[in-house]
C-alpha cells in the first residue's frame, strides 16, 4: 500500500538526525543558571566550525564593534549565552541540509539569498520595536525551513520551481496543504520543536503566515510576516512597480495595520516604507553573515 504523504512528512520529521553532540551538551550548559564563561568556551571549542562562526557574528556589522574580537571568550561575551545557543541550534540545522544543498544548488542558493535578507529585515523592524533584534534575526533566517523539508521528502512533486522560487500567498499555502497534508510553516515550528529551539523561535516560524493565530509571541511572527515579504521583493524588485512597497505591503497584507493595533502596536506607513528602504541599501551585509553559517 501506497504511504500517505502526511505519513512520509511524520517519517521524515521523526528519522531527523538528533542534536551533534556539541550542541546538546552547550545547551545544558547554557540552561544552567550558575554556568560561566569559561565553561561556554569549553564546550565549543572542540567544534572548530562553530567557533569561527560565532567570532565572525561577534565581529559581523550587527553588533557593531568598534575594535576586533579575537578571541573566543571575548565574542561569547558581547553574544551572550543565548545568542550563542541559538547560532548553535542555527548552523546544525542548515548544516543537517548540506546533501540537499548541494543537490539543488541555484533554488537553494536563491532561498538563502532570501532567507538572510529575511533576517535583516526582521532585526531592523524588531530593534524598532524594542523586540530583541538578535531572535528576529534568527527567525527570519530559519522561518521557510519546511520549505527544505518539503523538497527534501517530495523530491518530484515539491518543485523548486514552483514553491521555493516565489512569494508564499494564501493560495499557494492552500495549495501546499492539499497536496502534501502540511504547510512549509507548520513542518518548520515541527522540526524545531523536536530541536528544542526557544518556543519564540518555534512560534515565529510555525505562524509567520498566520500571526493572528498564534497564542503566545504574537509580534515576533507578525515581525517574521513582514519582513519576508520585504525580502522577496528586494530580491525582486522588477516584481514591483513603481518600487511602491506601500501598495506591495496593503494588496498582500491587506490587514495587517489592524491586526498589529490589535495588540497595541502601531504600523505607519512611514516606518513600512523606512524599513524597506533600509533593507534595500543594506541587505547585502547579510553575505558575511552568509558566510559565518555557511562556512
Known amino acids: 500500500m501506497k504511504t500517505s504523504k502526511s505519513a512520509l512528512i511524520k517519517q521524515y520529521i521523526d528519522s531527523f538526525p538528533v542534536l551533534p553532540m556539541t550542541v546538546i551538551r552547550l545547551m545544558k550548559v547554557t540552561n544552567d543558571p550558575g554556568c560561566s ?13 562553530l567557533c569561527l562562526t560565532v567570532l565572525k557574528i561577534a565581529n559581523s556589522v550587527l553588533f557593531g564593534r568598534p575594535q576586533k574580537v579575537d578571541s573566543l571568550k571575548m565574542a561569547v561575551v558581547i553574544l551572550g549565552f543565548n545568542e550563542v545557543q541559538r547560532i548553535a541550534l542555527t548552523k546544525a540545522l542548515i548544516n543537517s541540509f548540506s546533501k540537499l544543498a548541494r543537490q539543488h544548488k541555484p533554488f537553494v542558493d536563491r532561498f538563502w539569498t532570501h532567507s538572510f535578507a529575511c533576517a535583516m529585515a526582521a532585526r531592523i523592524i524588531a530593534q524598532d520595536l524594542h523586540i530583541v533584534p538578535e531572535i528576529a534575526f534568527m527567525g527570519g533566517l530559519i522561518h521557510d525551513i519546511g520549505k527544505l523539508i518539503m523538497l527534501q521528502t517530495f523530491a518530484e512533486d515539491y518543485g523548486p520551481e514552483r514553491w521555493m522560487a516565489g512569494l508564499s500567498n494564501e493560495q499557494t499555502l492552500y495549495d501546499e496543504l492539499q497536496m502534501f497534508s502540511f504547510t512549509h510553516d507548520m513542518l518548520g515550528g515541527q522540526l524545531l520543536k523536536k530541536w528544542y529551539f526557544p518556543e519564540n523561535l518555534i512560534t515565529a516560524v510555525a505562524y509567520h503566515h498566520r500571526p493572528e493565530e498564534a497564542v503566545k509571541e504574537k509580534i515576533l511572527a507578525h515581525v517574521i510576516q513582514l519582513a519576508d515579504l520585504f525580502s522577496f ?54 553575505s558575511a553573515l552568509n558566510e559565518a553559517f555557511f562556512h
Open 37 to 49: 564563561v569559561k565553561e561556554v568556551v569549553d564546550t565549543i571549542h572542540s567544534d572548530q566550525s
Open 233 to 286: 521583493y528586494c530580491c525582486n524588485r522588477e516584481l514591483m512597480e513603481d518600487d511602491d512597497i506601500l501598495a506591495v505591503v496593503h494588496t498582500s497584507l491587506p490587514d495587517v495595520q489592524s491586526q498589529w493595533s490589535d495588540f497595541g502596536r502601531s504600523l505607519e506607513d512611514a516606518a513600512i516604507t523606512g524599513w524597506f528602504h533600509w533593507l534595500v541599501n543594506n541587505h547585502e551585509q547579510g
